[in-house]
């Protein structure tokens, strides 16, 4: 009718085809799943299916139940739900016997029985005679000792069905150097990740500083962390770039841990980038044919190289601070020979091998993204001054063990992971920046 009356053009492949009729799932009625029911010789067994047919649980849920969480009473099954999305209720239209109650708590949200806060309290003051507090500091401190006490505030939390109220809870800091905290906004995080990913594999790249930095850096904080995104970034992106390669614009989603096992200062950077990269032609997707996305000792060599000349272009412009122990390399030759100590040590860059899924990445990078340094269940003891702590060491295969440390020194090595007010730990490049989240990605998701 086009062609013929109207006299426009008409592309066939552009009409609509008629979509196949799709048949209702078949339900089984109450008769039958009552028979399938009591065809089971086993008691055990009749008691699970009854109940996932009942209340309609998961089977995860339903074999993580415990006594305690039958209120036989109220006629209300608690299920431990993760990650939880509200305190709910549904009824049991089915069985009449049961309503679920999802609680909003976190998992293994009972309190330890020692804290952070705790030691802050007691050994604050002793701190402070020998230390100084900055700002960063004073904030983190004082939202630590608030969090989840009357200071705050409270809140009720109930079901928005029954009206039950599950807790009565004090209002969380919501800091993110807090120990108690970041738990919600780690997985919301994981989740806005998983709908951004890419259907590739993945690895992981760990950039890490040299130990002869880490006076420099307490004292530059800012300035020599964000120089460390920097000059990792450009490693990554130059050697991609580079046909023999690459050849393709790649892309990194990095996290930056300051803090190793032991608390003490360990900056490094997590990067987990695709396998890949866009093409100049902002359409083809290019892969290494290899199993190795980049030579670790290479970007070692060129990452290095690239941190140093750019530190030294700050010491020669006066952009650096000298505080404690930093002091001496104020002094030029001083800081020459740290130079000529970096220039010959060789970094480390690891590269691991891709990992197994997509979900698998963002679930690995989730550890790191909303965590600080020590969290309160790896604290022992707290006794006459002295905190215990557990610690992994993966110089022996991550064998766990405990070490005892004076209360004052505990709070420094802590606190010294209180990063720079409006520094961001988390940073997002090439084509998985922010700017080309919603347009590069969502197109090769469609490939």
């Known amino acids: 009718m086009l062609q013929d009356v109207l006299g426009r053009a008409w592309d066939r492949r552009l009409l609509p085809r008629a979509r196949k009729e799709k048949s209702l799932p078949q339900v089984l009625s ?13 008691v ?6 009854s109940l996932l047919y009942g209340t309609g649980l998961r089977m995860s849920e339903a074999l993580g139940l415990r006594v305690n969480d039958v209120d036989s009473q109220r006629m209300v099954l608690v299920i431990h739900r993760y990650p939880p999305l509200r305190a709910t209720c549904t009824s049991a239209k089915r069985s009449g016997i049961y309503r679920i109650c999802f609680p909003i708590a976190p998992p293994g949200s009972m309190r330890p029985s020692f804290e952070v806060a705790d030691i802050l309290r007691d050994y604050l003051d002793g701190y402070k005679a020998r230390y100084r507090l900055s700002l960063v500091q004073q904030k983190a401190v004082q939202a630590i000792l608030n969090c989840r006490t009357a200071a705050l505030g409270g809140h009720v939390d109930c079901c928005a069905a029954c009206g039950h109220v599950t807790a009565i809870s004090y209002n969380s800091c919501r800091n993110r150097h807090c120990p108690k905290c970041q738990w919600s906004a780690q997985q919301r995080w994981i989740q806005n990740r ?3 990913l890419l259907p590739v594999k993945y690895f992981h790249l760990v950039f ?20 460390l995104f ?5 490693t990554l992106s130059q050697l991609c770039a580079q046909p023999e390669w690459l050849g393709a614009q790649p892309g990194r989603i990095a996290v930056l841990p300051t803090w190793g096992q032991n608390l003490s200062l360990h900056p490094h950077l997590h990067y987990i980038v695709p396998d890949g990269g866009l093409a100049p032609d902002g359409v083809t997707w290019m892969k290494r044919p290899d199993k190795c996305f980049l030579p670790g000792r290479v970007m070692a060599r060129l990452f290095r190289g690239k941190f140093l000349h750019q530190l030294n272009a700050l010491y020669a412009a006066g952009g650096l601070d000298f505080f404690g122990q930093a002091q001496e390399l104020q002094d030029q030759p001083k800081f020459r020979q740290l130079l000529g100590l970096l220039y010959k040590k ?3 860059v690891y590269a691991k091998q891709p990992f197994g899924g997509p979900a698998q990445v963002v679930n690995y990078l989730g550890r790191y993204t909303h965590r600080i340094a020590i969290s309160n269940r790896r604290i022992q003891q707290v006794d006459q001054g002295k905190v215990t702590i557990l610690y992994k060491d993966y110089r022996k295969e991550g064998q766990e063990k405990s070490m005892t440390l004076d209360a004052v020194e505990f709070i420094r090595r802590f606190l010294q992971h209180c990063l720079p007010h409006g520094f961001q730990k988390i940073q997002y490049s090439g084509i998985l920046s922010t700017r080309n989240r919603k347009t590069k ?7």
């Not at 109450?30 to 086993?42: G, Q, V």
């Not at 920097?230 to 450009?234: E, L, S, T």
């Not at 990605?441 to 490939?447: E, G, I, M, S, V």
């Open 30 to 42: 109450p008769e039958d799943a009552l028979r399938i029911i009591n065809a089971l010789s086993n």
């Open 230 to 234: 920097q000059a990792a970034w450009q």
């Open 194 to 196: 998983m709908e951004e």
């Open 346 to 348: 060789e970094w480390v």
């Open 44 to 49: 055990k067994h009749r008691m699970i299916l």
């Open 441 to 447: 990605p969502a197109n090769l998701q469609k490939c």
């Open 208 to 227: 890490t500083l040299p130990q002869e930095l880490n006076a420099l850096m307490s004292s530059n904080e800012a300035k020599l962390y964000g120089l």
